[in-house]
Nanobody, 126 residues
Framework: QVQLVESGGGLVQAGGSLRLSCAASGRTSSSAAMGWFRQAPGKERVFVAAMSASGVSTTYQGSVQGRFTISRDDAKNTMYLQMNSLKPEDTAVYYC???????????????????WGQGTQVTVSS
């Protein structure tokens, strides 16, 4: 069974940075695509970024392009989301997610990720 555990959330001022981590267990982080989603209060969970199983291909939601960077350390079986130039509208619970084994491409569609972490709160103050 794949388990994902996020960490690194917190309270930061606008313009600041945070790095989220997602530790995977139950399989190697490179065996399938993984991604980050976020859910603001009263809103749906939406796509933030994804990385292919190979780590070569990355995709981002338009509003975070150029500010957020998704990466992975296979030796630690951990995925990261480096978030810079944070804005109040980035405030949300952030979730990491993994696709099923053999699904190598990242996806914008949250329904294509069967494995989820518990989420970590990110709050950006103005």
């Amino acid at each position: 069974q794949v388990q994902l555990v996020e960490s690194g959330g917190g309270l930061v001022q606008a313009g600041g940075s945070l790095r989220l981590s997602c530790a995977a267990s139950g399989r190697t982080s490179s065996s399938a695509a993984m991604g980050w989603f976020r859910q603001a209060p009263g809103k749906e969970r939406v796509f933030v970024a994804a990385m292919s199983a190979s780590g070569v291909s990355t995709t981002y939601q338009g509003s975070v392009q150029g500010r957020f960077t998704i990466s992975r350390d296979d030796a630690k079986n951990t995925m990261y989301l480096q978030m810079n130039s944070l804005k109040p509208e980035d405030t949300a619970v952030y979730y990491c997610a993994a696709r099923g084994a053999g699904y190598l491409r990242g996806s914008y569609n949250r329904n294509e990720y069967p494995y989820w972490g518990q989420g970590t709160q990110v709050t950006v103050s103005s």
